[in-house]
C-alpha cells in the first residue's frame, strides 16, 4: 500500500474516530435520564439505538481496515464476528493487533444487542439486559478509541508522518 493511501487511511480512520466519538454525549445523556427512573417503551428504544449505534461504530471502522489493509471482509453467517476476531490478530508482516483482546470482551455485548435490535420489534427490548450496557458503554468506545488511536499512530509511523 502506498504512503499516500496509508496517510488517507489515517486521516479517514481519525474523522471517523472523532465522529464515533460523539456517541459519548448520548450515553451520558441517557444515563442521566435513567438515573432519575426506569425507562419506558419509547425510552428504551431510544438507548436500544444508542447502544446500536455503538457497535455500528465499531464495525464501520473495523469494516474500513479490513478492506483497505486486510484486502477483504469476511464472508458467511458469522462476518460480523468474525471481523471483529480479526481485528483482534495481527497479520504478519502487514497490521499489528487493531482491536485488544479485552476490549473484543467489552464489544461482544453490544454485538450481540446489535444483532438483537435488528431482529426484533422495539417493543420488546429489555432493560435488564440493556442496563449493564448502557452503563459500560462510556467505558467500551474509550477502549476502543484508544485501540483504534494506536492503531493509526501505526499507520502514521509507516509514512514517517507524527502529526
Not at 489515517?10 to 435513567?34: H, M
Not at 478492506?67 to 483482534?88: Q, V, Y
Not at 435490535?117 to 467500551?140: C, H, I, S
Request: net charge negative; proline share 4%; aromatic share 8%.
Amino acid at each position: 500500500m502506498s504512503e499516500d493511501r496509508l496517510r488517507r487511511l489515517a486521516d479517514e480512520l481519525t474523522a471517523e474516530l472523532d465522529e464515533f466519538l460523539n456517541i459519548k454525549a448520548e450515553i451520558a445523556d441517557a444515563q442521566a435520564r435513567v438515573a432519575v427512573c426506569e425507562p419506558d417503551t419509547f425510552e428504551l428504544r431510544a438507548i436500544g439505538s444508542i447502544l446500536h449505534d455503538v457497535y455500528n461504530g465499531v464495525e464501520s471502522i473495523c469494516r474500513r481496515i479490513a478492506k483497505e489493509i486486510d484486502r477483504g471482509l469476511p464472508t458467511g453467517a458469522s462476518w460480523h464476528r468474525d471481523l471483529l476476531e480479526g481485528m483482534t490478530k495481527p497479520i504478519s508482516k502487514v497490521r499489528p493487533e487493531v482491536v485488544r483482546p479485552e476490549t473484543a470482551a467489552m464489544l461482544e455485548g453490544y454485538l450481540s444487542f446489535r444483532h438483537l435490535v435488528r431482529n426484533v420489534y422495539g417493543f420488546r427490548l429489555d432493560w435488564v439486559q440493556m442496563k449493564p450496557l448502557l452503563e459500560n458503554a462510556v467505558a467500551t468506545v474509550e477502549a476502543f478509541a484508544a485501540d483504534v488511536e494506536r492503531f493509526i499512530a501505526f499507520l502514521r509511523l509507516l509514512t514517517d508522518e507524527t502529526t
